[in-house]
């Protein structure tokens, strides 16, 4: 069984920060290329990073570089995503989800090219 657990969200001021976790389970998480998505109510969701299985390349969208910053850690089967100065614009759920087992250099912010999924976890931005 493939699990993707994601955590570390809830309510913060505008300007805070957070860092979120996803744990894998039924998988080497070394093999896989990771991605952090989110999706407010009403919009489609949208990738926001990811860091591929070789090299550990990240690549970010325009609106949270600078903000955000994905990390692994293979031994600990377990990936971050620390977000800094939280804009109200940011309040959503996110998502962790892993293409793989593959060995690549890039990654793609395209929902469909990823293989399983973690349930989210909320964040809210709030005054």
């Known amino acids: 069984q493939v699990q993707l657990v994601e955590s570390g969200g809830g309510l913060v001021q505008p300007g805070g920060s957070l860092r979120l976790s996803c744990e894998a389970s039924?998988?080497?998480?070394?093999?896989?290329?990771i991605g952090w998505f989110r999706q407010a109510p009403g919009n489609e969701r949208e990738g926001v990073s990811c860091?591929?299985?070789?090299?550990?390349?990240?690549y970010y969208a325009d609106s949270v570089k600078g903000r955000f910053a994905i990390s692994r850690r293979n031994a600990k089967n377990t990936a971050f995503l620390q977000i800094n100065n939280l804009k109200l614009e940011d309040t959503g759920v996110y998502h962790c989800?892993?293409?793989?087992?593959?060995?690549?250099?890039?990654?793609?912010?395209?929902?469909?090219?990823?293989?399983?999924w973690g349930r989210g976890t909320q964040i809210t931005v709030s005054p």
């Open positions: 039924g998988l080497s998480l070394g093999y896989y290329t």
């Open positions: 989800a892993v293409r793989g087992p593959s060995w690549t250099t890039t990654c793609l912010l395209d929902e469909g090219w990823y293989d399983y």
């Open positions: 860091i591929s299985s070789s090299d550990g390349n990240t």
